[in-house]
Protein backbone atom coordinates (compact mmCIF):
# COMPACT_ATOMS: atom_id res chain seq x y z
CA UNK A 1 0.00 0.00 0.00
CA UNK A 2 1.37 3.40 -0.59
CA UNK A 3 2.11 5.75 2.05
CA UNK A 4 0.27 8.44 3.13
CA UNK A 5 1.66 12.09 2.19
CA UNK A 6 1.54 14.10 5.53
CA UNK A 7 -1.16 16.60 5.60
CA UNK A 8 0.68 19.88 5.39
CA UNK A 9 2.32 18.13 2.19
CA UNK A 10 -1.30 18.10 0.91
CA UNK A 11 -2.05 21.78 1.55
CA UNK A 12 -3.87 21.52 4.92
CA UNK A 13 -3.51 24.12 7.44
CA UNK A 14 -0.11 24.07 8.83
CA UNK A 15 1.73 23.32 12.09
CA UNK A 16 5.68 24.72 12.84
CA UNK A 17 8.00 23.63 15.70
CA UNK A 18 9.28 26.01 17.98
CA UNK A 19 12.48 25.05 17.86
CA UNK A 20 12.17 25.23 13.78
CA UNK A 21 14.05 22.22 12.70
CA UNK A 22 10.79 19.61 12.71
CA UNK A 23 8.90 18.88 9.58
CA UNK A 24 5.67 21.33 8.99
CA UNK A 25 2.35 19.05 9.62
CA UNK A 26 -1.59 19.31 8.91
CA UNK A 27 -3.94 19.36 12.46
CA UNK A 28 -4.63 15.16 12.86
CA UNK A 29 -0.93 14.77 12.58
CA UNK A 30 0.33 17.30 15.09
CA UNK A 31 -2.69 15.27 17.39
CA UNK A 32 -0.92 12.27 16.76
CA UNK A 33 2.88 13.22 16.93
CA UNK A 34 2.67 14.90 20.02
CA UNK A 35 6.35 16.46 20.60
CA UNK A 36 7.58 17.75 17.65
CA UNK A 37 11.00 15.49 16.14
CA UNK A 38 13.30 18.30 17.14
CA UNK A 39 11.98 18.87 20.94
CA UNK A 40 9.76 22.02 19.84
CA UNK A 41 6.29 22.19 20.70
CA UNK A 42 4.14 22.59 17.07
CA UNK A 43 2.04 25.90 16.73
CA UNK A 44 0.04 27.11 13.44
CA UNK A 45 1.86 28.82 11.37
CA UNK A 46 -0.55 31.82 11.76
CA UNK A 47 -3.42 32.52 13.80
CA UNK A 48 -6.98 32.29 12.89
CA UNK A 49 -9.05 34.76 14.51
CA UNK A 50 -13.07 35.22 14.77
CA UNK A 51 -15.02 38.39 14.33
CA UNK A 52 -16.67 40.18 16.71
CA UNK A 53 -20.50 38.76 15.41
CA UNK A 54 -18.80 35.31 16.00
CA UNK A 55 -17.61 36.44 19.67
CA UNK A 56 -21.17 37.84 20.11
CA UNK A 57 -23.10 34.91 18.88
CA UNK A 58 -21.44 32.26 21.34
CA UNK A 59 -23.50 33.48 24.70
CA UNK A 60 -26.02 31.64 25.58
CA UNK A 61 -25.03 28.50 22.50
CA UNK A 62 -24.50 25.43 23.70
CA UNK A 63 -20.80 24.38 24.62
CA UNK A 64 -20.46 21.91 22.16
CA UNK A 65 -21.31 24.06 19.38
CA UNK A 66 -18.85 26.72 20.46
CA UNK A 67 -15.91 24.43 20.57
CA UNK A 68 -16.67 23.50 17.00
CA UNK A 69 -16.97 27.21 16.01
CA UNK A 70 -13.42 27.59 17.69
CA UNK A 71 -11.74 24.64 16.67
CA UNK A 72 -12.53 24.20 12.65
CA UNK A 73 -10.04 27.17 11.55
CA UNK A 74 -7.45 25.21 12.95
CA UNK A 75 -8.87 22.14 11.36
CA UNK A 76 -9.22 23.36 8.42
CA UNK A 77 -8.85 20.81 5.59
CA UNK A 78 -7.77 17.72 8.25
CA UNK A 79 -11.34 17.22 9.65
CA UNK A 80 -15.01 17.55 8.43
CA UNK A 81 -16.34 20.13 10.57
CA UNK A 82 -19.14 18.06 11.03
CA UNK A 83 -16.91 15.25 12.29
CA UNK A 84 -15.92 17.65 15.40
CA UNK A 85 -19.28 19.03 16.19
CA UNK A 86 -20.31 15.27 16.70
CA UNK A 87 -17.35 14.29 18.44
CA UNK A 88 -17.64 17.74 20.68
CA UNK A 89 -21.26 16.79 21.26
CA UNK A 90 -20.48 13.00 22.66
CA UNK A 91 -17.77 14.56 24.66
CA UNK A 92 -19.55 16.86 26.75
CA UNK A 93 -22.64 13.92 27.02
CA UNK A 94 -20.08 13.05 29.67
CA UNK A 95 -20.36 16.22 31.66
CA UNK A 96 -22.63 16.63 34.65
CA UNK A 97 -23.68 20.48 34.12
CA UNK A 98 -26.10 21.39 31.65
CA UNK A 99 -23.99 24.94 31.30
CA UNK A 100 -20.60 22.25 30.94
CA UNK A 101 -18.51 25.09 32.38
CA UNK A 102 -20.91 27.22 34.44
CA UNK A 103 -20.05 31.05 35.49
CA UNK A 104 -20.45 32.01 39.24
CA UNK A 105 -20.30 35.30 40.76
CA UNK A 106 -18.61 35.58 44.49
CA UNK A 107 -17.77 39.00 44.55
CA UNK A 108 -18.39 42.35 42.62
CA UNK A 109 -17.48 41.36 39.40
CA UNK A 110 -15.30 38.36 40.57
CA UNK A 111 -16.78 35.44 38.50
CA UNK A 112 -15.82 31.20 39.23
CA UNK A 113 -15.48 29.75 35.69
CA UNK A 114 -16.37 25.92 36.89
CA UNK A 115 -14.12 23.86 34.56
CA UNK A 116 -14.50 20.61 37.09
CA UNK A 117 -18.27 19.05 36.01
CA UNK A 118 -15.95 16.20 33.80
CA UNK A 119 -15.44 12.62 34.58
CA UNK A 120 -12.58 13.03 36.49
CA UNK A 121 -13.49 16.49 37.96
CA UNK A 122 -11.12 18.16 36.90
CA UNK A 123 -10.15 20.98 33.68
CA UNK A 124 -8.37 18.22 31.79
CA UNK A 125 -11.84 16.79 30.93
CA UNK A 126 -12.63 19.14 28.49
CA UNK A 127 -9.95 19.25 26.25
CA UNK A 128 -9.37 15.30 26.81
CA UNK A 129 -12.69 14.10 26.31
CA UNK A 130 -12.38 16.10 22.82
CA UNK A 131 -8.86 14.85 21.96
CA UNK A 132 -9.92 10.90 22.75
CA UNK A 133 -12.11 11.00 19.85
CA UNK A 134 -9.85 13.01 17.43
CA UNK A 135 -7.20 10.53 17.96
CA UNK A 136 -9.60 7.52 18.01
CA UNK A 137 -10.58 8.95 14.56
CA UNK A 138 -7.18 9.41 12.89
CA UNK A 139 -6.29 6.07 14.01
CA UNK A 140 -9.14 3.95 12.79
CA UNK A 141 -9.25 6.13 9.89
CA UNK A 142 -5.25 5.35 9.47
CA UNK A 143 -5.72 1.56 10.56
CA UNK A 144 -2.61 2.31 13.09
CA UNK A 145 -2.38 2.06 17.20
CA UNK A 146 -0.75 4.23 18.90
CA UNK A 147 1.47 4.32 22.25
CA UNK A 148 0.29 7.30 24.30
CA UNK A 149 2.63 8.23 27.15
CA UNK A 150 1.64 11.02 30.01
CA UNK A 151 3.11 12.66 32.26
CA UNK A 152 1.02 13.91 35.42
CA UNK A 153 0.98 15.82 38.79
CA UNK A 154 -2.24 14.25 39.65
CA UNK A 155 -4.95 15.63 37.18
CA UNK A 156 -3.89 15.08 33.05
CA UNK A 157 -3.19 11.21 33.88
CA UNK A 158 -6.85 10.72 35.48
CA UNK A 159 -8.56 12.50 32.82
CA UNK A 160 -6.38 10.77 30.07
CA UNK A 161 -7.32 7.34 31.87
CA UNK A 162 -11.11 7.79 31.53
CA UNK A 163 -10.71 8.85 28.18
CA UNK A 164 -8.71 6.28 26.60
CA UNK A 165 -9.80 3.29 28.75
CA UNK A 166 -11.15 0.68 26.80
CA UNK A 167 -9.77 2.00 23.69
CA UNK A 168 -9.29 0.10 20.09
CA UNK A 169 -6.32 1.68 18.86
CA UNK A 170 -4.20 3.03 21.76
CA UNK A 171 -2.44 1.74 24.84
CA UNK A 172 -1.93 4.46 27.59
CA UNK A 173 1.24 4.55 29.68
CA UNK A 174 0.39 6.85 32.67
CA UNK A 175 3.81 8.59 34.37
CA UNK A 176 2.88 10.00 37.94
CA UNK A 177 5.35 10.48 40.84
CA UNK A 178 4.54 8.23 43.79
CA UNK A 179 3.41 9.87 46.96
CA UNK A 180 3.19 13.28 45.76
CA UNK A 181 -0.68 13.33 44.65
CA UNK A 182 -3.83 13.05 46.25
CA UNK A 183 -5.39 9.59 46.96
CA UNK A 184 -8.47 10.95 45.31
CA UNK A 185 -6.09 11.48 41.55
CA UNK A 186 -3.87 7.98 42.25
CA UNK A 187 -7.38 6.36 42.55
CA UNK A 188 -8.65 7.16 39.56
CA UNK A 189 -5.43 6.01 38.00
CA UNK A 190 -4.94 3.22 39.54
CA UNK A 191 -8.35 1.47 39.24
CA UNK A 192 -9.27 1.34 35.65
CA UNK A 193 -9.44 -2.39 35.04
CA UNK A 194 -8.88 -1.82 31.65
CA UNK A 195 -6.10 -4.26 29.95
CA UNK A 196 -4.78 -1.13 27.53
CA UNK A 197 -4.37 1.50 30.77
CA UNK A 198 -0.65 1.23 32.63
CA UNK A 199 -0.40 3.33 35.76
CA UNK A 200 3.42 3.38 36.47
CA UNK A 201 4.38 5.16 39.57
CA UNK A 202 7.82 7.42 39.32
CA UNK A 203 9.85 7.85 42.45
CA UNK A 204 10.66 11.02 41.79
CA UNK A 205 8.67 14.55 40.96
CA UNK A 206 6.44 15.76 38.49
CA UNK A 207 9.57 17.06 36.62
CA UNK A 208 11.21 13.60 36.37
CA UNK A 209 8.42 12.08 34.74
CA UNK A 210 7.58 15.10 32.19
CA UNK A 211 11.80 14.63 31.60
CA UNK A 212 10.82 11.03 31.44
CA UNK A 213 8.24 11.59 28.26
CA UNK A 214 10.30 13.65 26.31
CA UNK A 215 13.10 11.69 26.22
CA UNK A 216 10.93 8.87 25.18
CA UNK A 217 9.60 11.33 22.47
CA UNK A 218 13.60 12.65 21.67
CA UNK A 219 14.13 8.90 21.32
CA UNK A 220 12.99 8.28 17.19
CA UNK A 221 14.00 4.80 17.08
CA UNK A 222 12.10 4.06 20.04
CA UNK A 223 9.06 6.82 19.35
CA UNK A 224 8.80 5.02 15.93
CA UNK A 225 8.94 1.53 17.23
CA UNK A 226 5.58 2.15 19.30
CA UNK A 227 3.98 4.79 17.25
CA UNK A 228 4.59 7.17 20.49
CA UNK A 229 1.41 9.74 20.75
CA UNK A 230 1.22 11.99 23.88
CA UNK A 231 -1.79 14.00 25.42
CA UNK A 232 -0.36 16.26 27.79
CA UNK A 233 -0.72 19.92 26.66
CA UNK A 234 2.58 19.51 24.59
CA UNK A 235 -0.23 18.45 22.30
CA UNK A 236 -1.48 21.12 20.44
CA UNK A 237 -4.99 19.85 20.00
CA UNK A 238 -5.31 19.88 24.03
CA UNK A 239 -4.18 23.47 24.20
CA UNK A 240 -7.28 24.74 21.51
CA UNK A 241 -9.92 22.49 23.20
CA UNK A 242 -9.16 24.27 26.37
CA UNK A 243 -9.60 28.14 24.35
CA UNK A 244 -12.95 27.48 24.08
CA UNK A 245 -13.89 28.33 28.03
CA UNK A 246 -12.32 31.29 27.55
CA UNK A 247 -14.82 32.40 24.43
CA UNK A 248 -17.58 31.01 26.51
CA UNK A 249 -16.96 32.51 29.55
CA UNK A 250 -16.20 36.21 28.36
CA UNK A 251 -18.97 36.33 25.53
CA UNK A 252 -21.34 34.92 28.70
CA UNK A 253 -20.14 38.45 29.96
CA UNK A 254 -20.25 40.21 27.44
CA UNK A 255 -17.60 40.07 25.19
CA UNK A 256 -16.25 41.79 22.71
CA UNK A 257 -18.32 44.60 23.47
CA UNK A 258 -16.35 44.47 27.26
CA UNK A 259 -13.08 43.37 27.88
CA UNK A 260 -12.56 40.82 30.17
CA UNK A 261 -9.54 39.14 32.50
CA UNK A 262 -8.74 35.40 33.49
CA UNK A 263 -6.63 34.74 36.36
CA UNK A 264 -5.75 30.79 35.49
CA UNK A 265 -3.96 29.06 38.05
CA UNK A 266 -1.14 27.50 36.41
CA UNK A 267 2.12 25.16 36.45
CA UNK A 268 2.79 23.55 33.07
CA UNK A 269 1.49 26.85 31.36
CA UNK A 270 -0.78 24.77 29.24
CA UNK A 271 -4.06 26.94 30.36
CA UNK A 272 -3.23 30.53 30.43
CA UNK A 273 -1.25 29.59 26.92
CA UNK A 274 -4.71 28.72 25.83
CA UNK A 275 -6.19 32.25 26.41
CA UNK A 276 -3.30 33.79 24.88
CA UNK A 277 -4.62 31.87 21.64
CA UNK A 278 -7.89 33.03 22.51
CA UNK A 279 -6.57 36.88 22.58
CA UNK A 280 -4.70 36.19 19.49
CA UNK A 281 -7.91 34.83 17.64
CA UNK A 282 -9.59 38.17 18.66
CA UNK A 283 -10.55 37.88 21.84
CA UNK A 284 -10.87 40.97 23.90
CA UNK A 285 -8.93 39.90 26.90
CA UNK A 286 -7.26 42.72 29.22
CA UNK A 287 -4.89 40.48 31.18
CA UNK A 288 -4.18 36.89 32.00
CA UNK A 289 -2.66 36.75 35.54
CA UNK A 290 -0.81 33.96 35.90
CA UNK A 291 -1.18 32.36 39.54
CA UNK A 292 1.55 30.20 40.97
CA UNK A 293 2.20 28.48 44.21
CA UNK A 294 4.80 28.47 45.93
CA UNK A 295 6.92 26.59 42.70
CA UNK A 296 7.07 29.84 41.60
CA UNK A 297 9.38 30.24 38.82
CA UNK A 298 7.03 31.67 36.07
CA UNK A 299 5.93 34.59 38.44
CA UNK A 300 9.48 34.98 39.01
CA UNK A 301 10.55 34.87 35.37
CA UNK A 302 7.67 37.24 34.56
CA UNK A 303 9.21 39.66 37.27
CA UNK A 304 12.95 39.40 36.80
CA UNK A 305 13.37 37.82 33.18
CA UNK A 306 15.38 35.12 33.83
CA UNK A 307 13.60 31.41 34.62
CA UNK A 308 15.52 29.67 37.00
CA UNK A 309 14.82 26.33 38.20
CA UNK A 310 14.59 25.45 42.02
CA UNK A 311 13.64 22.10 43.69
CA UNK A 312 10.00 21.45 43.69
CA UNK A 313 8.40 22.09 47.10
CA UNK A 314 5.12 19.65 47.97
CA UNK A 315 1.98 21.62 48.19
CA UNK A 316 -1.69 21.49 48.99
CA UNK A 317 -2.00 22.41 45.36
CA UNK A 318 -0.32 19.08 44.03
CA UNK A 319 -0.86 19.77 40.68
CA UNK A 320 1.12 22.75 40.07
CA UNK A 321 4.12 21.51 41.66
CA UNK A 322 5.79 21.94 39.02
CA UNK A 323 9.60 23.58 37.69
CA UNK A 324 10.13 22.99 34.55
CA UNK A 325 6.60 24.17 32.71
CA UNK A 326 6.51 22.48 29.18
CA UNK A 327 4.32 25.58 27.53
CA UNK A 328 6.37 28.36 28.00
CA UNK A 329 8.39 27.24 25.30
CA UNK A 330 5.45 28.33 23.21
CA UNK A 331 4.86 31.70 24.77
CA UNK A 332 8.71 32.14 24.51
CA UNK A 333 8.39 31.44 21.01
CA UNK A 334 5.80 34.12 20.01
CA UNK A 335 7.71 36.56 22.71
CA UNK A 336 10.63 36.27 20.25
CA UNK A 337 8.16 37.01 16.81
CA UNK A 338 8.49 33.60 16.17
CA UNK A 339 12.04 33.41 15.57
CA UNK A 340 13.17 29.33 16.87
CA UNK A 341 16.86 30.58 17.17
CA UNK A 342 16.54 31.65 20.03
CA UNK A 343 14.11 29.67 21.37
CA UNK A 344 17.11 26.88 20.72
CA UNK A 345 19.10 28.94 22.62
CA UNK A 346 17.22 28.96 25.60
CA UNK A 347 15.99 25.61 25.73
CA UNK A 348 19.46 24.70 25.52
CA UNK A 349 20.94 26.73 28.33
CA UNK A 350 18.30 25.16 30.33
CA UNK A 351 19.21 21.53 29.75
CA UNK A 352 22.81 22.45 30.63
CA UNK A 353 22.35 25.13 33.67
CA UNK A 354 18.80 24.74 34.51
CA UNK A 355 18.30 28.58 33.37
CA UNK A 356 17.91 31.30 30.24
CA UNK A 357 17.12 34.58 30.31
CA UNK A 358 14.61 36.85 28.13
CA UNK A 359 15.51 39.64 26.26
CA UNK A 360 14.03 43.07 28.09
CA UNK A 361 12.13 43.47 24.04
CA UNK A 362 10.38 39.84 24.75
CA UNK A 363 10.08 40.09 28.23
CA UNK A 364 8.40 43.31 27.64
CA UNK A 365 5.78 41.82 24.61
CA UNK A 366 5.30 38.96 27.33
CA UNK A 367 3.82 41.62 29.80
CA UNK A 368 1.51 43.10 27.66
CA UNK A 369 -1.01 40.81 28.34
CA UNK A 370 0.42 38.56 31.39
CA UNK A 371 1.05 39.22 34.70
CA UNK A 372 1.84 36.96 37.80
CA UNK A 373 2.00 36.32 41.16
CA UNK A 374 2.10 33.53 43.77
CA UNK A 375 0.53 32.81 46.42
CA UNK A 376 1.66 31.13 50.00
CA UNK A 377 -0.05 27.62 51.35
CA UNK A 378 -0.96 30.36 54.16
CA UNK A 379 -2.44 32.65 52.07
CA UNK A 380 -4.31 29.32 49.73
CA UNK A 381 -6.08 28.26 53.36
CA UNK A 382 -7.28 31.85 54.43
CA UNK A 383 -8.56 31.99 50.61
CA UNK A 384 -10.23 29.08 51.08
CA UNK A 385 -11.90 29.95 54.69
CA UNK A 386 -12.87 33.20 53.10
CA UNK A 387 -14.59 32.50 50.07
CA UNK A 388 -16.24 29.72 52.18
CA UNK A 389 -17.68 32.41 54.74
CA UNK A 390 -18.33 35.21 52.76
CA UNK A 391 -19.66 34.23 49.14
CA UNK A 392 -20.79 30.68 50.82
CA UNK A 393 -18.26 29.05 48.09
CA UNK A 394 -16.40 26.57 48.65
CA UNK A 395 -12.73 26.33 46.57
CA UNK A 396 -10.11 23.35 45.52
CA UNK A 397 -6.85 24.37 46.50
CA UNK A 398 -5.72 25.04 43.09
CA UNK A 399 -8.87 27.44 42.45
CA UNK A 400 -7.58 29.25 45.93
CA UNK A 401 -4.20 29.93 44.88
CA UNK A 402 -5.84 31.66 41.96
CA UNK A 403 -8.48 33.73 43.86
CA UNK A 404 -5.73 34.49 46.20
CA UNK A 405 -3.34 36.30 43.84
CA UNK A 406 -6.68 37.39 41.97
CA UNK A 407 -7.47 39.18 45.41
CA UNK A 408 -3.49 40.55 45.85
CA UNK A 409 -3.27 42.05 42.08
CA UNK A 410 -4.59 45.60 41.51
CA UNK A 411 -6.99 45.54 39.14
CA UNK A 412 -10.05 47.55 36.47
CA UNK A 413 -13.24 47.11 39.12
CA UNK A 414 -14.96 47.84 35.75
CA UNK A 415 -13.38 44.71 34.22
CA UNK A 416 -14.62 41.32 35.29
CA UNK A 417 -12.37 38.79 36.38
CA UNK A 418 -13.12 35.14 35.58
CA UNK A 419 -11.03 33.09 38.11
CA UNK A 420 -10.42 29.18 36.71
CA UNK A 421 -11.88 26.87 39.31
CA UNK A 422 -9.63 24.10 37.48
CA UNK A 423 -10.33 21.25 40.31
CA UNK A 424 -13.80 19.97 42.71
CA UNK A 425 -12.64 20.40 45.81
CA UNK A 426 -13.30 16.70 46.58
CA UNK A 427 -10.55 15.85 45.13
CA UNK A 428 -8.53 17.12 47.20
CA UNK A 429 -10.70 16.96 50.84
CA UNK A 430 -7.55 16.69 53.22
CA UNK A 431 -6.38 20.11 52.07
CA UNK A 432 -9.70 22.14 52.05
CA UNK A 433 -11.20 20.46 55.35
CA UNK A 434 -7.34 21.35 56.89
CA UNK A 435 -8.05 25.03 55.39
CA UNK A 436 -12.03 25.34 56.86
CA UNK A 437 -12.98 22.44 58.41
CA UNK A 438 -15.50 21.29 55.90
CA UNK A 439 -14.66 17.89 54.55
CA UNK A 440 -16.52 17.76 50.70
CA UNK A 441 -17.87 14.50 50.03
CA UNK A 442 -17.72 12.79 46.37
CA UNK A 443 -20.29 12.87 44.03
CA UNK A 444 -22.25 9.79 44.09
CA UNK A 445 -20.82 8.56 41.24
CA UNK A 446 -17.79 8.38 42.27
CA UNK A 447 -18.39 7.51 45.90
CA UNK A 448 -17.52 3.69 45.71
CA UNK A 449 -13.69 5.17 44.10
CA UNK A 450 -12.09 4.39 47.58
CA UNK A 451 -13.18 0.45 47.64
CA UNK A 452 -12.00 0.01 44.07
CA UNK A 453 -9.01 -2.39 43.07
CA UNK A 454 -5.87 -0.21 42.74
CA UNK A 455 -3.47 -1.88 40.36
CA UNK A 456 0.15 0.17 39.32
CA UNK A 457 3.64 -0.48 38.98
CA UNK A 458 6.13 1.15 40.64
CA UNK A 459 9.29 2.16 38.29
CA UNK A 460 12.70 4.52 38.93
CA UNK A 461 12.83 7.75 37.41
CA UNK A 462 15.10 6.20 35.25
CA UNK A 463 14.55 6.75 30.98
CA UNK A 464 15.77 3.46 30.13
CA UNK A 465 13.27 1.57 32.47
CA UNK A 466 10.58 3.21 31.46
CA UNK A 467 11.39 2.37 27.67
CA UNK A 468 12.02 -1.11 28.64
CA UNK A 469 8.32 -1.29 30.28
CA UNK A 470 6.57 0.18 27.87
CA UNK A 471 8.41 -1.59 24.83
CA UNK A 472 7.51 -4.96 26.90
CA UNK A 473 3.82 -3.31 27.11
CA UNK A 474 2.68 -1.75 23.97
CA UNK A 475 0.32 -3.79 21.59
CA UNK A 476 1.51 -1.02 18.89
CA UNK A 477 5.07 -2.34 19.43
CA UNK A 478 4.53 -6.02 19.34
CA UNK A 479 2.53 -5.21 16.32
CA UNK A 480 5.19 -3.73 14.49
CA UNK A 481 5.38 -0.30 12.92
CA UNK A 482 6.93 1.86 10.62
CA UNK A 483 7.56 5.67 10.78
CA UNK A 484 5.79 7.80 12.81
CA UNK A 485 4.62 11.62 11.80
C1 LIG B 1 -6.22 21.35 39.15
C2 LIG B 1 -5.18 21.98 38.30
N1 LIG B 1 -5.08 23.31 38.30
C3 LIG B 1 -4.15 23.94 37.57
C4 LIG B 1 -3.23 23.24 36.80
C5 LIG B 1 -2.24 24.00 35.99
O1 LIG B 1 -2.57 23.98 34.64
P1 LIG B 1 -1.44 24.13 33.54
O2 LIG B 1 -0.50 23.02 33.75
O3 LIG B 1 -2.16 24.04 32.26
O4 LIG B 1 -0.80 25.44 33.79
C6 LIG B 1 -3.29 21.84 36.79
C7 LIG B 1 -2.36 21.01 36.00
O5 LIG B 1 -2.16 21.15 34.87
C8 LIG B 1 -4.31 21.20 37.53
O6 LIG B 1 -4.44 19.88 37.49
N1 LIG C 1 -1.03 19.59 36.22
C1 LIG C 1 -0.93 18.60 35.22
C2 LIG C 1 0.48 18.46 34.71
C3 LIG C 1 0.51 18.06 33.29
O1 LIG C 1 0.00 19.11 32.55
P1 LIG C 1 -0.44 19.05 31.04
O2 LIG C 1 -1.46 20.10 30.93
O3 LIG C 1 0.77 19.28 30.25
O4 LIG C 1 -1.01 17.69 30.76
C4 LIG C 1 -1.54 17.32 35.73
O5 LIG C 1 -2.44 17.39 36.54
O6 LIG C 1 -1.13 16.25 35.37
Given at each position: ??????????????????????????????????????????????????????????????????????????????????????????????????????????????????????????????????????M???L??????S?I???????????????F??S?QADL???????????????????????N?????????????????????????????????????????????????????????????????????????????????????????????????????????????????????????????????????????????????????????????????????????????????????????????????????????????????????????????????????????????????????????????????????????????????????????????????
Open positions: MPRRAPEAARGFVRYISTRGEAPPLGFMDVTLAGLARDGGLYVPETWPTLDPAAIAGFAGRPYAEVLADVVAPFAVGSLATSELARMAREAYETFRHPAVVPLVQVAPNTFVLELFHGPTLAFKDLAMQVLSRLDHAAARGERTVVATSGDTGGAAVEARGAFVLYPQGRISDVQRRMMTTAGADVHALAIAGTFDDCQAIVKGLFNDHPFRDAVRLSGVNSINFARLVAQVVYYFAAAAALGAPHRKVAFTVPTGNFGDVFSGYVAARMGLPIDKLLVATNVNDILARTLATGTYQVRDVVPTTSPSMDIQVSSNFERLLFEAFDRDPRPVRAAMASLAKSQSFSVTARSLGAMRALFSADRAAEEEVAATIRTVRREAGYLLDPHTAVAMAVAEKEPRDPSIPMVVLSTAHPAKFPDAVEAACGIRPALPDWLADLGGRLETSTMLPADLAAVATYIRTHSRAASAGAGAAA
